[in-house]
């Protein structure tokens, strides 16, 4: 738990404010004390999805959905203010850690343990069930262990069963590893996705290790659909049941009271004496900032919203795991988002940001770069082994900040294909060399037909006030080999052409730190902010046009160290026709 934060509000309604839960896709969750001392948990929509129907939409369905499932598993509706902005919903506050956070501090739980967790969550979820509802993001942060048992939290996304899903096209609902297959492959969502996601939940508490392993989302998406469970090591009989859960066909998988039947439980869980340390894991409670609280700062004051000072706020700050993580909630968008980096957890997601365009054309100084265009000729080339390693001399400073990426460092063998059956509509062969350090990098590749152009924009979800540096370039590679000569890919006479083995046309290194706007956002148009440089020595001044070379393009977002020492951190393509 967070202590608050200069800009937050001391009031929300009636509510004092003592602590800060979780930050999510939503808004920003607070441990509050009603006027009569309960202790509540407060979400506040955030500002910038306000003005977005669909996300709106989502939040009083949640607040519906709390207020109608009245469960010893779910925690109960206290308060609400959905007339008008800000809109929050303040419901009981359930103490404990969650399931997450428990097995990170105390590892597996044991084969018992499990089977008494894994019964009372059958039979909370059999509950809401009960109500018409399907929960839809059941997974180990919407875990809460109180002394009393298991508690559901987070109906951000539940919904009645049957009803329409408030979803995007090609927007799966849920997280990456507990969503099923067929919510990720036809959007189908029900009791029985909440049953994979129960079997998937328990693996983790059994192994303490993500059910399909980690990753970027598509990747973990994909093995979900292909590939099974990780149970290594798990109890015989508990595996067996979590594999049925898991089932790949969602008619065969069991109900949940046959879940809870064949757990065999034969005590309470709070008599379990391993449940019970894990209870103790809860953090205390911590007092009112101050006996006085001023009417001059409510929930509405300046600084509070996103819009107006986001990294003064404080909710863009990287979220912690306990107790609450709020599902994150895609708005409606012009463009594909993708999350890269820490939060292995949160499937495709997307923010209405504020778009800064990057003023390019900085001088081409710096590290040794030499302006001009070099001889065509050396474009035809990129056939040595790649050499991972760079001078180390090159580290970036303040005063040298690297301004291009060298092309003949290595070969890359990263390719991005286009497949419709995937969760983001494709994937790339190969992860990232290098996981994002920062918070979340977020991303959007979107061409534009019209102008014949690609607009790329990224950005730290979650940037630090404490890194002052950390230089990203795009790569944007074409499907084929390219002849400098022609523009075009290579003509052998046979009607073939070489799959490109080049890094691509790079763009200038840009300081994710060090952007103007709050959030700073980079945006980047292929061709014009693209050249090609080899050996120090800029080859192209710009990117083909994407007519000359038909086909998936790949998109590197890559971390520069120097010209010569850089990584990729996240990749994207597109296809153009």
């Known amino acids: 738990m967070d202590a608050l934060r200069p800009q937050d509000p001391q009031l929300i309604g009636s509510h004092v404010l003592l602590g800060r839960l979780g930050v999510g896709g939503m808004g920003q969750v607070y441990l509050?004390?009603?006027?009569?001392?309960?202790?509540?948990?407060?979400?506040?929509?955030?500002?910038?999805?306000?003005?977005?129907?669909?996300?709106?939409?989502?939040?009083?369905?949640?607040?519906?959905?709390?207020?109608?499932?009245?469960?010893?598993?779910?925690?109960?509706?206290?308060?609400?203010?959905?007339?008008?902005?800000?809109?929050?919903?303040?419901?009981?506050?359930?103490?404990?850690?969650?399931?997450?956070?428990?097995?990170?501090?105390?590892?597996?739980?044991?084969?018992?343990?499990?089977?008494?967790?894994?019964?009372?969550?059958?039979?909370?979820?059999?509950?809401?069930?009960?109500?018409?509802?399907?929960?839809?993001?059941?997974?180990?942060?919407?875990?809460?262990?109180?002394?009393?048992?298991?508690?559901?939290?987070?109906?951000?996304?539940?919904?009645?069963?049957?009803?329409?899903?408030?979803?995007?096209t090609g927007y799966a609902p849920g997280t990456p590893g507990f969503t099923a297959p067929e919510a990720l492959l036809r959007n189908e969502v029900g009791p029985a996705g909440d049953i994979f996601a129960l079997g998937a939940t328990m693996a983790y508490a059994a192994t303490g290790r993500p059910p399909f392993g980690s990753g970027e989302a598509a990747g973990v998406s994909y093995r979900v659909v292909h590939e099974e469970i990780d149970l290594a090591g798990v109890d015989g009989q508990l595996a067996d049941l979590i594999q049925a859960c898991v089932a790949k066909d969602p008619t065969a998988r069991p109900g949940l009271q046959d879940v809870v039947a064949r757990c065999s439980v034969r005590a309470a869980l709070a008599e379990d004496p391993t449940y019970s340390a894990l209870v103790a894991l809860a953090e205390p409670i911590p007092q009112a900032q101050s006996a006085s609280l001023p009417e001059s700062r409510p929930l509405t004051a300046p600084g509070f919203g996103l819009a107006d000072a986001a990294t003064q706020s404080g909710l863009l700050s990287a979220p912690p795991s306990y107790p609450y993580t709020p599902t994150q909630v895609a708005a409606p968008r012009t463009s594909r988002r993708r999350l890269w980096g820490m939060s292995a957890g949160l499937g495709a997601a997307a923010l209405v940001v504020v778009?800064?365009?990057?003023?390019?054309?900085?001088?081409?100084?710096?590290?040794?770069?030499?302006?001009?265009?070099?001889?065509?000729?050396?474009?035809?080339?990129?056939?040595?082994?790649?050499?991972?390693?760079?001078?180390?001399?090159?580290?970036?400073?303040?005063?040298?900040?690297?301004t291009y990426i060298d092309g003949d460092v290595k070969i890359s063998r990263d390719?991005?294909?286009?497949?419709?059956?995937?969760?983001?509509?494709?994937?790339?062969?190969?992860?990232?060399?290098?996981?994002?350090?920062?918070?979340?990098?977020?991303?959007?590749?979107?061409?534009?037909?019209?102008?014949?152009?690609?607009?790329?924009?990224?950005?730290?979800k979650y940037p630090s006030l404490e890194r002052e540096t950390y230089y990203v370039s795009v790569a944007v590679k074409s499907p084929h080999e390219i002849d400098a000569d022609t523009g075009k890919p290579f003509d052998f006479g046979d009607g073939a052409a070489q799959q490109s083995l080049n890094v691509g046309y790079t763009s200038k290194p840009i300081n994710l730190y060090d952007l103007p706007g709050s959030p700073g956002e980079a945006q980047l148009i292929y061709p014009d902010d693209f050249a090609d440089w080899f050996k120090g020595k800029k080859a192209a001044d710009e990117g083909i046009p994407l007519s000359n070379d038909p086909g998936d393009w790949t998109v590197q977002f890559i971390h520069v160290q120097s010209p010569r020492n850089y990584a990729s951190i996240a990749c994207d393509g597109f296809t153009w026709k």
């Open 32 to 168: 509050g004390r009603s006027p009569g001392g309960r202790l509540v948990a407060i979400k506040v929509i955030r500002d910038e999805i306000i003005d977005h129907p669909d996300a709106l939409a989502r939040f009083r369905r949640e607040v519906e959905t709390v207020r109608a499932v009245r469960s010893a598993y779910t925690v109960g509706l206290i308060d609400a203010s959905l007339d008008a902005p800000p809109y929050w919903l303040a419901t009981e506050y359930v103490s404990g850690p969650t399931l997450s956070k428990a097995v990170g501090a105390r590892g597996p739980l044991p084969v018992e343990t499990c089977r008494s967790v894994f019964a009372a969550l059958a039979e909370g979820l059999a509950a809401v069930h009960r109500y018409g509802v399907a929960h839809r993001d059941l997974k180990p942060q919407n875990v809460i262990l109180s002394a009393q048992g298991p508690q559901l939290i987070d109906f951000g996304i539940a919904r009645g069963i049957g009803q329409t899903a408030l979803t995007e």
């Open 355 to 402: 778009t800064v365009v990057l003023v390019q054309g900085l001088a081409d100084d710096g590290n040794g770069a030499e302006k001009g265009a070099g001889s065509k000729g050396d474009s035809k080339r990129r056939t040595t082994e790649p050499s991972r390693a760079g001078d180390s001399s090159e580290t970036p400073t303040k005063k040298r900040p690297p």
């Open 415 to 460: 390719y991005w294909t286009a497949d419709l059956s995937k969760p983001m509509g494709g994937e790339c062969n190969l992860p990232p060399e290098e996981r994002f350090s920062g918070g979340d990098l977020l991303t959007s590749v979107e061409p534009d037909p019209n102008s014949r152009r690609v607009y790329i924009t990224f950005r730290d």
